[in-house]
């Protein structure tokens, strides 16, 4: 069975940077996207950033400049390096795979991460 864990969540202060790790396990195709996204309380979960299976990167608007994932194959680890925190960032951040970078096409998930900044 594929595995997703991650870890790296925490509470900051609005300025501060943390970094999320997510581990995969049991993914052997590599033709797929992986990314994280998250949720606040009362919303719908989000994309935040996202590696497609040729590499491309995605973004959204509002981490752009202040997020950046990346990923080591021989670790078999997705990361996300998060600067510049802000109050709207916090919510339980999740990793993802599926066959394409759309939200819709994201079937695989972690137990997501919180993170707080207040």
């Known amino acids: 069975d594929v595995q997703l864990v991650e870890s790296g969540g925490g509470s900051v202060q609005p300025g501060g940077s ?3 790790s997510c581990r995969i396990s049991g993914l052997a195709d ?3 996207c992986m990314g994280w996204f998250r949720q606040a309380p009362g919303k719908e979960r989000e994309s935040v950033a996202r590696i497609g299976s040729g ?3 995605f973004y959204a608007g ?3 400049g202040r997020f950046t994932i990346s990923q080591d194959t021989s670790k078999n680890t997705l990361y996300l390096e998060m600067n510049s925190l ?3 960032d916090t919510a339980v951040y999740y990793c993802g795979a599926g066959r394409y970078c759309s939200l ?3 079937t695989i998930w972690g137990q997501g991460t919180q993170v707080t900044v207040s």
């Open 104 to 106: 819709s096409y994201i």
């Open 62 to 64: 509002s981490v752009k």
């Open 86 to 88: 802000d109050v709207s």
């Open 30 to 32: 590599t033709n797929y």
């Open 55 to 57: 590499g491309t990167i």
């Open 18 to 20: 943390l970094r999320l």
